[in-house]
Every structure is written in structure tokens, then in C-alpha cells.
């Protein structure tokens, strides 16, 4: 018996989507998986012919009734294309999991007409790895069968090359890498540095923009020293983070930093039982107990990390 992941191609190489793919088939590659390319493309006209050829290719290194796959979620080629690499997986008599990677266009309130053809989906697999314990409640609630197995994820790895030769350093300063903005950021009162990682420029008191970088830059700046921001954009935002995992946070506690996330998120009692950073209700408080914080304490912090 094999065991292959598949893993998302065709994006630029610093979209998230993409690289929480390629690093989790990278982690399961050491897990003795063997890797099943998807390709991301625009298949809106594609016949099914074509798409039946393009799905033959994708999965021709398959034994009969002797495989297990595990097909990352969503692939952005929309649910027909994933409908149908399923269902042909199922012709081979393979034995599917489904990783959920994210669960915005099902939880959120405008995303809701998705939810039926999502559980059509999931309801093929055997095994579903889902984000948190509330994405599997919300599932069990909308419809997937009764003896769905489930494991449950909490939170991201991330694996670097990067080697650190020394301890962040205590700074009162916040990184954020998770997008171009976030809800309070054009209200940011300049009491604290706030350092952004994006291609856009914002304007504001003590805002630094850092600009794009490659993940070694990346977790090296980090790395220096200060709290890593994992914040929502929007209400839908917020509602996800509740059922998914947040990738920027397992990036800033591989950078070796504390981190700091909204209360009610789906891994806060992780976050606040390993003392892995601040879980706050606004970034008023974040930023009153940075203020107030001695460096004993902030050793602290790393030394959990």
C-alpha cells in the first residue's frame, strides 16, 4: 500500500495557499507519503473530456483498490474539479482523506450556499482532517455522515532551514505578516513600532513598512525580537478564525517569537496553556500590556515558545 498527498502548483511561490501545501507535503514526504502534483489553473471552460484526461494523468500512479490519498482542500480549481478528482479516486477503490485547509467559504455568513456541496464532498472521504474541534462540530451540525472519522489539527507546522544563532532580543515592537491590512490599522495610535511585511505601502505614526521578502529574510527580521500580530480584516475574517488555524502564527513561533491573537480563536487554549503569547479582545490591550511588560517577563514568553 502506497500513500500519496497531493500538493498545489502553478501559483507564485509566496502564495499561502500554495506554501502550507508544499510544506505539508514536505513534512509528509518524511512520513514515507508520495507526492500527487495539482496543478492550479482556470478550468471554467474546460470540457469533461479534457478534465477527465488532466485527472488521469494526475493520479496514473495509483494501484487498484491498494492506495490511500490525501487530497488538500481547496485546490482553487473550484468544487467540480475536486468533485470529480474524488470521485475518480473512488473508481480506483482508493481510500480518501480530505485535509481541509481553511473553512471561510463555509462558516462565513455570505459563504453559506456552499455548505450542502461542501458536505457532498467531505461525505466521500474516510478520514477528515479538519483545523479545529469546531469545524468538526460545524460539519457534524450541517450533514456529514455518522461515522466520519476525524482527526483534528490546532495548529500549523513550519519547517525552515533558517538556523538561529541567537535569542529574540526584548523589543516593544509588533510584526504583522498576514495580508495588506487589519481591522484597527488605520486607527493605530503610534505608541508602539508596527512593522509590515506587505507589497503595500500604509501611512501612519511609527508604521515601518518592510516590504516582501523571501521566508528566510522573513523569519530571520522576525527572529530579532518583539510579538508577531495574527488579526482579522473583517467580521467573515473573524468568523473563520474561530474554525481555522492560523498559518502566521505557527511562522512567528518558528521565528521564535511570542504571539499576539483575538480572543475566541480556535486554538487560544493551546496558545494560552503553553504561554505562547497574549490573547486579547482588542489592540488597545495588546499594546497596554507590551507597555507594562518587564523583560523577565518577555523571557518568559520565549523561553515557551
Same mark, same amino acid.
Not at 490546532?154 to 491590512?181: A, L
Not at 511570542?258 to 486579547?280: A, F, R, T, Y
Given at each position: 500500500?502506497?500513500?500519496?498527498?497531493?500538493?498545489?502548483?502553478? /501559483?507564485?511561490?509566496?502564495?499561502?495557499?500554495?506554501?502550507?501545501?508544499?510544506?505539508?507535503?514536505?513534512?509528509?514526504?518524511? /512520513?514515507?507519503?508520495?507526492?500527487?502534483?495539482?496543478?492550479?489553473?482556470?478550468?471554467?471552460? @474546460?470540457?469533461?473530456?479534457?478534465?477527465?484526461?488532466?485527472?488521469?494523468?494526475?493520479?496514473?500512479?495509483?494501484?487498484?483498490?491498494?492506495? +490511500?490519498?490525501?487530497?488538500?482542500?481547496?485546490?482553487?480549481?473550484?468544487?467540480?474539479?475536486? &468533485? @470529480?478528482?474524488?470521485?475518480?479516486?473512488?473508481?480506483?477503490?482508493?481510500?480518501?482523506?480530505?485535509? !481541509?485547509?481553511?473553512?471561510?467559504?463555509?462558516?462565513?455568513?455570505?459563504?453559506?450556499?456552499?455548505?450542502?456541496?461542501?458536505?457532498?464532498?467531505?461525505?466521500?472521504?474516510? +478520514?477528515?482532517?479538519?483545523?479545529? /474541534?469546531?469545524?468538526?462540530?460545524?460539519?457534524?451540525?450541517?450533514?456529514?455522515?455518522?461515522?466520519? #472519522?476525524?482527526? !483534528?489539527? @490546532?495548529? &500549523?507546522?513550519?519547517?525552515?532551514?533558517?538556523?538561529?544563532?541567537?535569542?529574540?532580543?526584548?523589543?516593544?515592537? !509588533?510584526?504583522?505578516?498576514?495580508?495588506?491590512?487589519? $481591522?484597527?490599522?488605520?486607527?493605530?495610535?503610534?505608541?508602539?513600532?508596527?512593522?509590515?511585511?506587505?507589497?503595500?505601502?500604509?501611512?501612519?505614526?511609527?508604521?515601518?513598512?518592510?516590504?516582501?521578502?523571501?521566508?528566510? $529574510?522573513?523569519?530571520?527580521?522576525?527572529? #530579532?525580537?518583539?510579538?508577531?500580530?495574527? &488579526?482579522?480584516?473583517?467580521?467573515?475574517?473573524?468568523?473563520?478564525? $474561530?474554525?481555522?488555524?492560523?498559518?502566521?502564527?505557527?511562522?512567528?513561533?518558528?521565528?521564535?517569537?511570542?504571539?499576539?491573537?483575538?480572543?475566541?480563536?480556535?486554538?487560544?487554549?493551546?496558545?494560552?496553556?503553553?504561554?505562547?503569547? /497574549?490573547?486579547?479582545?482588542?489592540?488597545? $490591550?495588546?499594546?497596554?500590556?507590551?507597555?507594562?511588560?518587564?523583560?523577565?517577563?518577555?523571557?518568559?514568553?520565549?523561553?515557551?515558545?
Amino acid at each position: 500500500m502506497n500513500i500519496y498527498i497531493t500538493k498545489l502548483n502553478g /501559483l507564485p511561490l509566496q502564495d499561502i495557499a500554495q506554501y502550507k501545501q508544499r510544506m505539508t507535503a514536505e513534512i509528509a514526504h518524511q /512520513l514515507g507519503c508520495r507526492e500527487m502534483g495539482v496543478y492550479r489553473y482556470n478550468g471554467a471552460t @474546460e470540457s469533461q473530456e479534457s478534465l477527465n484526461g488532466r485527472l488521469d494523468g494526475i493520479i496514473a500512479g495509483i494501484e487498484w483498490g491498494n492506495d +490511500v490519498v490525501i487530497c488538500q482542500f481547496p485546490t482553487g480549481n473550484g468544487f467540480k474539479y475536486e &468533485w @470529480e478528482l474524488v470521485k475518480r479516486l473512488k473508481m480506483y477503490q482508493s481510500r480518501v482523506v480530505i485535509f !481541509i485547509h481553511d473553512s471561510k467559504n463555509l462558516v462565513t455568513e455570505t459563504e453559506r450556499a456552499n455548505v450542502e456541496q461542501a458536505i457532498r464532498l467531505y461525505n466521500q472521504a474516510e +478520514v477528515l482532517i479538519v483545523p479545529s /474541534l469546531a469545524m468538526r462540530y460545524f460539519l457534524e451540525d450541517n450533514g456529514i455522515k455518522k461515522d466520519m #472519522k476525524f482527526v !483534528i489539527q @490546532e495548529m &500549523w507546522d513550519y519547517i525552515t532551514d533558517f538556523n538561529f544563532f541567537s535569542s529574540p532580543q526584548f523589543r516593544k515592537e !509588533i510584526h504583522f505578516v498576514d495580508g495588506n491590512s487589519f $481591522e484597527g490599522i488605520d486607527g493605530w495610535k503610534g505608541i508602539l513600532p508596527l512593522k509590515l511585511y506587505t507589497a503595500a505601502s500604509r501611512q501612519g505614526q511609527n508604521i515601518h513598512n518592510m516590504g516582501t521578502m523571501s521566508q528566510g $529574510e522573513l523569519l530571520y527580521s522576525l527572529s #530579532k525580537g518583539g510579538f508577531g500580530l495574527a &488579526w482579522y480584516q473583517d467580521k467573515n475574517m473573524r468568523k473563520s478564525m $474561530e474554525y481555522d488555524v492560523s498559518f502566521s502564527v505557527a511562522r512567528y513561533l518558528a521565528a521564535g517569537i511570542p504571539v499576539i491573537v483575538p480572543g475566541g480563536i480556535s486554538n487560544q487554549i493551546l496558545i494560552e496553556k503553553n504561554h505562547l503569547g /497574549l490573547v486579547v479582545n482588542s489592540l488597545d $490591550e495588546a499594546v497596554t500590556a507590551i507597555e507594562s511588560m518587564t523583560e523577565s517577563d518577555y523571557r518568559e514568553y520565549i523561553r515557551c515558545v
